[in-house]
């Protein structure tokens, strides 16, 4: 059978299945579901009925965010990032659900909590500099001074002579297999061009969002589900005090190299700028959900085998 009578088969097989249950039973609420478009920022899915991130988060609010980006003497990514970068990014995820989900402070906090890993993952301020290190996201689009080549074996995305894939973008992707996931996804040979992450920001932010909102491994949580309440913890995830809320975020974006071990310090650092966003914000750090950190948290994807005593 050719392509298209396949094709055609598969066309009225969709037509009949479509037809049988209007038949017999109402329609479920699945099935009535609106679906809306709000333009070119967010169509065709049941979250573009709900406001778009432009009328929730202008101009104004990510540059009180992130005020010190373009710093003459410190910044080390000038007039790269920018409101707009991140409006066009957001467009692919809005209709996915990235803040777009739930009522407006379920989106403001969904986008404080976003934009406080990029925040803590780029920052380039201590608390020796002007505002402390909340004041300085956004410093960066790469790693300056790469510790090693970041290149591993893989069969499916093995590293090209010559490219490095050291840490790039707005939440930094690290690694061949990565680039090659992510470039996959987003539809970009970034196995043969990481750079592109540093000098295109819409891409850098997409990356990231992209990270945000795609599970590590299938039939896992990604970050965006655990934080907007759409994930249920199995007995499993209770056990290993895995619970919704802006802790478990961290718990997938970076396992074991910050949750489980207690109240260190790059875990505090990362809970900060989500305060300070939501204060900044105007949503307030008392809005900032339960179940904040991962200090007692077991990863959901260990770095390392662990062994019975
Ligand atoms: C849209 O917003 C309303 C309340 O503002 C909320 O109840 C609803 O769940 C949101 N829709 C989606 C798809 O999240
Ligand atoms: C940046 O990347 C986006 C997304 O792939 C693409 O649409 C856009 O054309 C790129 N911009 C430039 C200047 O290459
Ligand atoms: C729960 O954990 C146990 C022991 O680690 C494991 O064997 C089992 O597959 C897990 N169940 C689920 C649903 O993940
Ligand atoms: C992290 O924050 C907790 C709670 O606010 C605090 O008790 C702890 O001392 C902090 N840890 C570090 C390393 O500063």
Known sequence: MGMRSLAAVALLALLVLAAVPTEGR???????EKICDAGWECSGSKYCCNETISKLFQVYQ??????KRNDDLLAHAQQFWDYHSFITASSVF????????????????????????????????????????WAWGLCYNHEMSPSQSYCADDFKYPCVDGVQYYGRGAIPV??????????????????HHPEYLERNATLAFMAAMWQWMTPVKKKQPSA?????????????????YRLPGFGATMNIMYGDLICGKGYIESMNNTISFYQHYLDLMGVGREHSGDNLDCAKQKAFNPSAPEYDA
């Open 62 to 67: 990510f540059e009180q965010l992130f005020p």
């Open 224 to 240: 965006h589900d655990v934080f907007v309440g759409s994930w249920k913890p199995t007995k499993n995830d209770t056990e290993a």
């Open 26 to 32: 109402s329609l479920t609420s699945k099935e009535k």
């Open 94 to 133: 809005q209709p996915l659900g990235f803040a777009t989900t739930g009522a407006k402070q379920m989106q403001m906090m969904e986008l404080a909590a976003f934009l406080a890993h990029v925040g803590a993952k780029t920052t380039c301020g201590d608390m020796e500099v002007d505002g402390g290190p």
């Open 174 to 191: 690290y690694w061949n297999y990565n680039y090659g996931r992510i470039g996959d996804a987003l539809k970009v040979d970034l196995l």
